[in-house]
């Protein structure tokens, strides 16, 4: 035999894998991490989905602003559970932005129809987004301008209540801010 092969005590070869209780240390080590990043991630998830809402509400909302100036017409953007006309309910079933029309292609204030611009579906089980003043629809004017204030909150509510929160602000000049709270409370 060769004296390169020979180790201590005279065994040969090296020995190749790991051991029983090595791999079980590694596995411990790796179940402590995984139950140490699992809450974060829930959390880095629900601050992931808030954010979504909210950005999807800002952009709906300044749709609604530039497509009242384009127009030159009413557009509203409201509840809709259905996607095809204005509803009661929580803006988590979905909204739309839409105006009124005489021929199902333009705007017209005084038409009777209704012309869907864009529809946003519903939020997922569990979320909810409510507006303080319990408005429903939202009108900008040909200038621009919305007919009142409005502050949409996107929130958690079930299972549990979680505390990434996104408040949608649409001043009386049309114009909305997004800013993040860590309400405990989601109504």
């Not at 409201?78 to 095809?84: F, L, Y």
């Not at 909204?95 to 869907?116: E, M, P, R, Y």
């Not at 569990?126 to 009142?148: M, N, V």
């Amino acid at each position: 035999m060769s004296p390169n092969r020979l180790r201590r005590g005279g065994q040969l070869g090296a020995p190749s894998g790991f051991s029983l209780v090595e791999l079980m240390v590694s596995v411990a080590i790796l179940a402590i991490l995984l139950a140490a990043a699992t809450p974060a991630y829930n959390g880095m998830i629900m601050n992931s989905t808030a954010t979504q809402y909210a950005n999807n509400l800002m952009a709906s909302t300044m749709l609604a602003r530039s497509e009242a100036i384009k127009r030159n017409a009413p557009v509203s953007l409201c509840v809709s559970a259905d996607g095809a006309s204005c509803g009661s309910g929580g803006w988590e079933q979905g909204w739309l932005v839409t105006c009124s029309t005489s021929d199902q292609v333009a705007c017209d204030s005084a038409g009777s129809g209704t012309l869907v611009i864009e529809y946003q579906r519903a939020a997922k089980a569990g979320w909810k987004i409510t507006e303080a003043g319990g408005l429903r629809s939202i009108t900008f004017e040909p200038s621009g301008t919305g007919a009142t204030a409005a502050s949409l909150t996107v929130c958690r509510a079930t299972p549990s209540v979680g505390t990434q929160q996104r408040v949608v602000r649409i001043s009386a000049t049309g114009r909305p801010s997004t800013t993040k709270t860590t309400d405990s409370v989601c109504l």
